[in-house]
C-alpha cells in the first residue's frame, strides 16, 4: 500500500518530523515524502490523481500532540493519529 508523507510547510520542526515518519513506515508501505512546490493543496492534488490512498500530513499541532492527519483518499475523510498507533492505524483503515 501507497502512503504519502507531506509536511505542512517548509519549517525545519516539520521537515524532521515528516522524515522520522517516512523512516517509522518504510518497509511497511511503499513510502513518499513530498515537500515539492509551494503550495500544500497542490500536492494533496497530486497524490489524489497518481492514486495514493493515504495522506499523512505532519503539521504545527503535531509538535504538541504528537499526531498526525491521515487523509483517505476514497473516502475523503480525515483524522487524527497518534504517531505511536499509525502503523496499527493505517493497517486497519486499509483492511
Known sequence: MRVAV???SKKEELIKGAQKIVQMLRGRFRVEYDQMGRRTDRRYRR???????????VDFETLADQAVTVRHRDATAQERAGIA???????????
Do not use: M, N, Q
Open 85 to 95: 498507533l499509525l502503523w496499527s492505524r493505517l493497517k486497519s483503515l486499509a483492511d
Open 6 to 8: 507531506v509536511p505542512l
Open 47 to 57: 497524490h489524489d490523481e497518481i492514486g495514493t490512498p493515504f495522506r499523512i500530513t
